[in-house]
């Protein structure tokens, strides 16, 4: 049987992926984006595992073009990836509380890696030692803080406003 993906609720996850493109293009403090949320939730409700990797990648690729792109988007698109392996793992079972596990597990996965990155590339000029990643780590504390927020703060509204509309709109339940 051959079903279409162009169901209300691909169209409702759709638009609040489009949502997360459009805040990212906003002002907003360093780091306070929609984009680890915009992962989770794509890897936690798109059907299709395909369309759950692409969209935070194509996200990344569109809105650097604006922004600029810049060395470590390797890590950046990889740390983006395992966030939606992270909604892979949530799709069993969407709570609360696993949601808030998820979200702050996110956080701390983007943070290391993309902070390692940085530090292996030498550019920022820390010691290429144990000694120079932990400075890395510390240097980075306020972006991680406001990623952090951030990531709780837009996975509340993308989970929350999904959530509320599948209570009106059964049909986006499945």
Partial sequence: MNRSIFTPRFFIVSGIII?????????????????????????????????????????????????GFHNSMIAVYSSFAIVVMIGFYLQRNVKVHRIFVASLLSSVVFYLITNFAVWASGMVGYPMNFGGLMQSYIAAVPFFRNAL???LFY????????????????VLQH
Wanted: aromatic share 16%.
């Fill in 19 to 67: 949502l997360a493109i459009i805040l990212r293009l906003i002002p907003h403090l360093p780091n306070f984006t929609p984009l680890a949320a915009m992962a989770l939730f794509a890897g936690t409700y798109m059907k299709r595992k395909e369309l759950a990797f692409a969209i935070p990648i194509v996200v990344m690729l569109i809105s650097d073009i604006f922004l």
């Fill in 149 to 151: 927020l951030g990531d």
């Fill in 155 to 170: 996975n509340a509204m993308f989970f929350g406003s999904f959530y509320f509309a599948t209570l009106r709109f059964p």
